[in-house]
Nanobody, 131 residues
């Protein structure tokens, strides 16, 4: 059974850091794009960052660029999201998701932050940024 499990969320003060982990079981991440998404209360789920395993290319939305960093773990079935300089507006439930975009060709770039395109999801981990 294909599963994604997130961990690493918690309460942190503004300006602090957290590292989220996304671990896959039942499949390897080779060939997949792994995305991190977040959803704040009353808001739609939004893309934050993604990594394409075929070439390790990484992508970020403007709201987190320069503060967050996505990376693959040595175990190759884990993806991390290092979050620095956290702000209260980063407070949300964070989800990782997986999608094999190989059939999309170059069109995948326009879909990389669309939650509806992703096939597999974790259960989410809460991140709260507050003093």
């Amino acid at each position: 059974q294909l599963q994604l499990v997130e961990s690493g969320g918690g309460l942190v003060q503004p300006g602090g850091s957290l590292r989220l982990s996304c671990t896959a079981s039942g499949f390897t991440l080779d060939g997949y794009v792994i995305g991190w998404f977040r959803q704040a209360p009353g808001k739609e789920r939004e893309g934050v960052s993604c990594i394409r395993h075929s070439d390790n290319d990484t992508y970020y939305t403007d709201s987190v660029a320069g503060r967050f960093r996505i990376s693959r773990g040595n175990a190759k079935n884990t993806v991390y999201l290092q979050m620095n300089s956290l702000k209260p507006e980063d407070t949300a439930v964070y989800y990782c998701a997986a999608k094999d975009f190989s059939a999309y060709g170059s069109r995948w770039y326009g879909y990389r932050f669309l939650p509806s395109k992703y096939d597999f999801w974790g259960q989410g981990t809460q991140v709260t940024v507050s003093s």
